[in-house]
Structure formats: C-alpha cells, structure tokens
C-alpha cells in the first residue's frame, strides 16, 4: 500500500512560523491576511529564485512578513532600508523578538547584525591623532563651524568605554564639524590594511560582524555602495530585501555620483597640514575651495551643462584639480619610516585627494547619462548623478541574486524604471487590513481657488484654521514647500488657542514626541515628515495637505530624465512621483485599526483634473470621498467630542 503525504511548500511552512510568531506578539497579536500572503510569496519568491514586487498598506506587518520568510528559507540575506526610522524599527524592536521566537538549524534564534555607513563609527586613527602638539582642527572655520574641545573630550572618554564605536550610541548630539574631527567617510579612509589601528577599527569590526550574519540591516544608500563595488562592503549575499523601496530609483542615481564642495578642500588641507613641508599649499587648497563655492554660487540650482563648464567655472575647476595633484606630489615624499600617525594622515589625505581629482575629472567630461548641477544655499555644492540607474542595476543586482522589492506605496511603472523585466518577477498587492470607509474622509474642497492663483493662499489658511478648530488641535499640516509653511504659521500662530509646532524650531524626534503628548498641539512641517511618522491614536485625526505635491519643474536630475523620456513625460514621472508621494502623506492618519480622521488636500486639482486625478486617487487609501465642507467640520467634531468624553 501506498500512503500519500501531503508535501508542505516553502510558503505553507513560513505561513506556519508566522502564525505562532505573531501568536507570541505582546497582546496576543492578530491574523492578517495580507501579511501572510505577503510572507508566503516572498518566501516562494526566494524559493524559486523569482525577484517580487510588493506592495503591502498601512498595517500589514510587512517587515515581520518578510524577516520570518528570510530567516525560514535559511539564504543569506540584507535588508535595505531608506529611512533610519525603519532601520530602528528593526534592529530594536522586530529582529530581537523574532530571535526569542524562530528556531533555526535545532537552535532558537539565528545572527542578524546592523552595519552602518563608515562615517556613523568613531576613527581611532583620528583620535589619536587630536593628541599631536600643534593639532589645531578648528583652523580656517567660522565660529559656529568650529570643533567643540568639550565634545571632543567627552568622545574621547566614551572612546575609552564603548564597544561598537557607533555615533548613535553618544549620549549627545554633537556637531557634523566636530563628529567628522573623529571619522571619516569612503572617500578618505585608506583601509584597515593601510591604517595603523586596521586592526582595532570600529567599522572594520562592524562590517566584520555583518559578514558572519543571516541577516543584515543596512541603509539603501550603503546597500547602493556595495552594488557599485561589487558586494565590496557586504560581501556575497543570496537574497535582498528592499524596504521603502520607491526611493530605490534616487538613491543609487545619488550613490552612483558625487558631490564636490568647499568643505572637501578645507579637510585635505587640514589633514596634511602638519605632515608636509610646505607651509603654503594647505592655504591654497582652501583658497581654491573658498573660489569654487563662490562660482558656483550664481548657478544654484541650476544644471551645469558645457557653457557653465567652458567659463569661469570650468578654470577654477581646472586649478582645484592642480592643486589636488600638487598635495598628491608632497604626500608622495613623506618618508615610509615616519610615525604611525604620519602615515595614517598620508593615507587619508591620499585617497581623500585622488576621490578630489577623479570628481573633477567626471564633472569636466561628463559620460553619457549623467547630469550634473549646483546645489545651492549658502554652502552650494556641485553634485553629479546617473539619470537612469536601469542597466546598472540589471548587471549589478538583478541578475546576481533574489530581490524582494516592497513599499506601502509602489509608483506607477516602477519596476520598468529600475530595468525589472515582465517575466522576471512577480507583482502582489496585499491591500491593508483597515477598513478605511469606516475610518475617515477624503476631503478636496473644490470651491477653493487654483493653487497658482493669488487668492489661494488666504484660503488656504482660513481653511486650515478651521478643520483645526474642529478637530480641536490634533492636526498635522503637510506643506509642499518651507515657505508655505512659514506663511501658514504666520498666519495660524495668534489665531490658534493650541500649541503650535513647526518644522526647524526643534529636531524631528522632539517634535514627534511632542505632538504625541499633547493631544490637543497641531504641527506644521514639510517633505522630511511625509513618510517615516508613526502616530497612532487620540494625538491625531486630521491630515492637512497644502497642494499637490508634484516635483519641481526645474529639478535637474528630474529635467534630464524628462528630456530623455520626451512627450510622456508628466505621465511616466510627474504624475507617479505626485501619487507616491500623496499616498505617503495622507498614510500619516490611520495607522492602526481604531484610528478615524480626515485626510484634507486643499488642492482642487485632485477632483478637477480630468487627465490625471484618478492616478492619484487610486493611489490614496480607500477613504470615503467628500467635497462638503460642512460634512467634514461636523465628522471631526464628532471625533474632537468622543475624544474628550473618553470614547476613543
């Protein structure tokens, strides 16, 4: 006789260890069907060596779906992230839980690490090179850009203590001038083999630890470096998991380029100041840093094409160029017999010198599908990226392992852009398990004026002023730009009987938790607090859009690819961008399954626009949609009341 066994998929497993996982969960955690499904096809996907595309709503539980598919399929594994908000998430609350709760290989629990960019971690090297006689790191800087002896003193003495190096782990925040006295970004750090302290280095060990690791947590940007040198920083890995992955496309355009400032000139001529003989070459290396800023100041924002570069420009990009090769020429006679601390300040200032002239060299002969600009502000930058990334990423990374691409909100043709084939990989929508209907409004007045009309921006504001009072504070305004919301704050700031908090009056997390805590305050910010804000509860029950959030036209990158795209262009990356960025927003408001609210966009192109609007609409959570203002004021009262009477 023969006797049937059912045999039991990758997913059906993974579906199980999710289960008793999320059964563990404080609470006793819940059932969610997009989770699972979410987990089961990701599981599959790394099964059967197909890349997917996830797109998985508010509440899913996306990052338990896809860490116990991970650590279930036993394939080493790296999990890129875009925000340090979701890194934390993480590394501090999801993968110690599922450590306790996973057994692997006849073991409870498996090795997960969290390496961070090379500039996160203290440089031993550095810091033994503060003691030197004459060390003078505050030179040539204004006041309020100098290193502060304080912190230095008080990094030395964590330096002494602390086992990982790692910047998050300081007790205070000190200055970027300061942090960067005792660290050194890719560009500058010569490599454990050619550092005097290679064997002591913070990121070295790190890294280290990561390599040994069945999963490893990393920022995209990091992740995008180690693609471009050839899985250099993460070493060979089996599968990759890409969270936040809409902003896949501008990240690795970003780390596939280079920025040049001043400031780079300034460090080198620090750095070899007191190990060359020539007590005039450091001056002019800031004075050529100084003349680069002040040229590239009338192009800001501005994309630098060959007039820009054939003209002024362009000389004094010539003459930084000569002077890096000059500190190249000095730094090539200091002795092999000098100090240790000789040494390590030569290999520094090297490569920091050759990434300056390479930079140069890029900018003076752009390659095809690059596109360089100014940055500009009081500080400019001349920045360089790739305008398409899609063959990049195709010998990089689709054709060399598993990915798992996955985002609460996944851009209209987004695979296509980063070079993802249709037979390649496998698209799901696992929806969100909030029953949105239910659970607030979608507000667009459509008696408002035009948003490029001059009588918009009062009705702006007395909008807000009123579904501010009716909610009875509890309201996050999101701006498309700082000067609108400056002007709002103006406006609301002695018309408001709550606190008000705005964006740059104190840091991102101090304001969240403000917000928070003060159930009856309203915060006004702009792009940083789009995505990547969690508050869930009584705190908040309206979500105020000032306009729709489409991409600046004169954005360079942006620009480029649009000429490259032609015609179509608004509809393949204008309309997309504003969509993704739309859902992230109006996202802010429910976040867990009791939350009710109005998301308002006071921007009546979202009902009026015939050749775009429902791109836009389909890619908002379901809300019940109104146009009726007196509708809208009354529900958030009704919420304001059961708030106050404790029904919520």
């Given at each position: 006789m023969v006797t049937l066994r059912r045999v039991v998929s990758a997913g059906d497993r993974v579906v199980e260890t999710l289960t008793a996982v999320t059964a563990a969960l404080p609470g006793g955690g819940e059932d969610r069907t997009g989770q699972a499904d979410m987990a089961r096809a990701v599981a599959e996907a790394i099964d059967e060596e197909q890349h997917l595309v996830v797109e998985a709503g508010t509440g899913t539980g996306k990052s338990l779906a896809y860490l116990v598919a991970a650590v279930h399929v036993k394939r080493r594994t790296v999990i890129a992230t875009a925000t340090k908000a979701l890194q934390d998430q993480l590394a501090n609350k999801d993968l110690p839980f599922l450590a306790e709760q996973v057994e692997r290989d006849g073991q409870m629990g498996f090795e997960w690490a969290v390496l961070k960019g090379r500039s996160n971690y203290l440089c031993r090297q550095r810091l033994s090179e503060l003691s030197d006689t004459g060390q003078q790191l505050g030179l040539d800087v204004g006041e309020d850009d100098a290193v502060d002896d304080d912190a230095l003193a008080d990094i030395a003495s964590w330096a002494e203590r602390t086992r990982t190096g790692d910047r998050a782990e300081l007790w205070f925040e000190p200055s970027g001038r300061t942090w960067s006295a005792v660290s050194v970004g890719p560009t500058e750090c010569p490599g454990a083999q050619k550092c005097p302290m290679g064997s002591t280095c913070f990121a070295e060990m790190a890294r280290e630890v990561a390599l040994e690791a069945d999963i490893t947590v990393v920022n995209t940007h990091l992740y995008a470096l180690d693609l471009l040198t050839d899985n250099a920083i993460l070493g060979e890995h089996e599968v990759v998991v890409i969270d936040e992955a809409h902003q896949l496309e501008d990240i690795v355009a970003s780390a596939a380029g280079f920025e040049l400032t001043s400031g780079r000139f300034r460090n080198l001529a620090n750095t070899i100041r007191s190990i060359i003989a020539d007590d005039q070459l450091p001056t002019d290396l800031i004075d050529i840093g100084m003349a680069l800023g002040d040229d590239l100041e009338?192009?800001?924002?501005?994309?630098?094409?060959?007039?820009?570069?054939?003209?002024?420009?362009?000389?004094?990009?010539?003459?930084?160029?000569?002077?890096?090769?000059?500190?190249?020429?000095?730094?090539?006679?200091?002795?092999?017999?000098?100090?240790?601390?000789?040494?390590?300040?030569?290999?520094?200032?090297?490569?920091?010198?050759?990434?300056?002239?390479?930079?140069?060299?890029?900018?003076?002969?752009?390659?095809?599908?690059?596109?360089a600009w100014v940055d500009g502000g009081s500080n400019p930058s001349l920045k360089a990226a790739s305008i398409d990334v899609d063959k990049l990423l195709r010998e990089k990374l689709w054709d060399a392992r598993t990915a798992i691409l996955t985002s609460a909100t996944v851009p209209a043709r987004m695979a296509e852009r980063l070079g993802l084939e249709a037979g390649e990989h496998r698209v799901l929508d696992v929806g969100s398990p909030f029953d949105f209907e239910t659970a607030g409004l979608l507000y667009c007045p459509v008696t408002m004026p035009d948003p490029r009309d001059d009588a918009y921006r009062d009705a702006l504001h007395n909008e807000i002023e009123a579904l501010v009072m009716a909610a009875?504070?509890?309201?996050?305004?999101?701006?498309?730009?700082?000067?609108?919301?400056?002007?709002?704050?103006?406006?609301?700031?002695?018309?408001?009987?709550?606190?008000?908090?705005?964006?740059?009056?104190?840091?991102?997390?101090?304001?969240?938790?403000?917000?928070?805590?003060?159930?009856?305050?309203?915060?006004?910010?702009?792009?940083?607090?789009?995505?990547?804000?969690?508050?869930?509860g009584r705190s908040l029950s309206c979500v105020i859009i000032d306009r729709l959030p489409f991409p600046r036209p004169d954005d360079p990158l942006l620009d480029a690819r649009r000429n490259r795209v032609g015609r179509s262009a608004f509809g393949e990356i204008d309309v997309p961008r504003a969509a993704m960025l739309l859902a992230q927003g109006a996202g802010r408001l429910v976040r867990r399954a009791d939350d009710r609210g109005v998301v308002a966009v006071l921007d009546k192109r979202l009902a009026t626009a015939k050749s775009y609007r429902w791109d836009l609409i389909n890619a908002l959570p379901p809300l019940r949609r109104s146009k009726d203002r007196d509708e809208v004021l009354a529900f958030l009262r009704s919420i304001r009341d059961d708030v106050e009477m404790g029904q919520v």
């Open positions: 009338p192009h800001g924002g501005n994309r630098l094409g060959a007039a820009e570069l054939g003209a002024d420009l362009g000389k004094t990009l010539d003459r930084a160029r000569d002077r890096a090769n000059r500190a190249m020429d000095a730094l090539r006679k200091i002795p092999k017999e000098s100090s240790s601390e000789v040494i390590g300040r030569k290999e520094r200032a090297m490569r920091a010198a050759t990434h300056v002239v390479l930079d140069i060299d890029m900018v003076l002969d752009l390659a095809d599908g690059t596109v009875g504070g509890r309201t996050m305004c999101l701006f498309t730009s700082f000067r609108s919301m400056n002007l709002a704050r103006d406006h609301l700031i002695d018309r408001l009987p709550m606190t008000l908090l705005v964006q740059g009056e104190a840091p991102k997390p101090a304001l969240v938790d403000a917000f928070t805590g003060d159930e009856e305050s309203v915060l006004l910010a702009t792009m940083s607090f789009w995505q990547g804000v969690d508050i869930p």
